[in-house]
Nanobody
């Protein structure tokens, strides 16, 4: 069993930045790919970013590429999402997730076994 706890969400003006954190416990954090997803009001949850267990590779949705950066600190069992140049379209609840033993794509939410409770990000125009 793994527990994931997100933090760092809040209200920010368009053009601003936020850094989300996700603290993990209960599994060997350094062996699992981690991802960030988001759910905007009235929309389905969508992939945002993912990072391999070592941190050597990262993946991004086209909508955030060049603005968001995912990183991890395996010594602290924490994954981060640095979000810059935020716009109203980034308003959503952001979730971190830990991938399970699967061959499904990192962009597929069904590939993830554990999820945090989410943190709200609101970007005002």
């Amino acid at each position: 069993q793994e527990q994931l706890v997100e933090s760092g969400g809040g209200l920010v003006q368009a053009g601003g930045s936020l850094r989300l954190s996700c603290a993990a416990s209960g599994r060997t954090f350094s062996t699992y790919l981690m991802g960030w997803f988001r759910r905007a009001p009235g929309k389905e949850r969508e992939f945002v970013a993912a990072i391999t267990s070592s941190g050597a590779s990262t993946y991004y949705a086209d909508s955030v590429k060049g603005r968001f950066t995912i990183s991890r600190d395996n010594a602290k069992n924490t994954v981060f999402l640095q979000m810059n140049s935020l716009g109203p379209e980034d308003t959503a609840v952001y979730y971190c997730a830990s991938r399970g033993p699967t061959f499904m794509s990192y962009a597929n939410e069904r590939a993830y076994s554990y999820w945090g409770q989410g943190t709200q990000v609101t970007v005002s125009s």
